[in-house]
């Protein structure tokens, strides 16, 4: 079965912290993204990448960084953890945007 | 600027009592529109993609519709695992979200 893994379900920080959110896919899919999604608000989407050490910003890029030195993983970085980013934060990938996404189960950040 | 709106917000119905949740977009150049299903603490998972209206798609109770402005999900005669939150998404240049309808069915 195809997956999309989270290194973590749920993750406390302190304010000021360097987060790392890790995200591996086993489909080798070229797409990844990470979203956010808090209620209310619906997902949106911070960074995605098209290809290996590719970047592009998403809504809300503001506050993150993203890595992607491998096909198969692509990671989240919050260079300096604030409260607003509590979070459920959701890694995806795909082979193309018009055949959808695969999702990770999700990490909830709670920055304190 | 280009938007996705679900409705309603929230809706319960009693076990095998059927009814519609909306999408409507205003996004120029639709591309294709993603129906999605959420349970509490997972990721989305992927329902159905209808690109052009008239389209049909049907998955067990659940049947998603596309006119020019907006794609229905009916669901028949629904059971209490059917609960979730159900979001749609367009995938025009700017991948825009919907906030989703969270359905609770009762038995």
């Known amino acids: 079965d195809v997956k999309v893994t989270q290194s973590s379900r749920y993750l406390v920080k302190r304010t000021g912290e360097k987060v790392f959110l890790e995200c591996v896919q086993d489909?080798?899919?070229?797409?990844m993204f990470w979203y956010r999604q808090d209620p209310g608000l619906g997902l949106r989407l911070i960074y995605f990448s098209y290809d290996v050490k590719m970047k592009e910003k998403g809504d809300i890029p503001e506050g993150y960084s993203v890595s992607r030195e491998k096909k198969e993983r692509f990671s989240l970085i919050l260079e300096s953890a604030s409260t607003n980013q509590t979070s459920m934060y959701l890694c995806a990938s795909s082979v193309g945007v018009s055949y959808g996404y695969t999702f990770g189960s999700g990490t909830r950040l709670t920055v304190v | 600027e280009d938007q996705v709106t679900q409705s309603p917000e929230a809706l319960r119905l009693q076990e095998g009592e059927s009814s519609s949740l909306n999408c409507s977009y205003t996004?120029?150049?639709?591309?294709?529109l993603f129906w999605y299903r959420q349970d509490p603490g997972k990721g989305p998972e992927f329902l159905f993609t209808l690109y052009s209206a008239g389209e049909e798609k049907e998955k067990e109770r659940l049947k998603a519709t596309l006119t020019k402005k907006e794609s229905f999900l009916h669901i028949t005669a629904p059971k209490p695992e059917d609960s979730a939150t159900y979001l749609c998404m367009d995938s025009n240049y700017q991948l825009i979200w919907g906030a989703g309808t969270k359905l609770i069915i009762k038995p």
């Open positions: 996004v120029s150049g639709l591309r294709g």
């Open positions: 489909m080798d899919h070229e797409n």
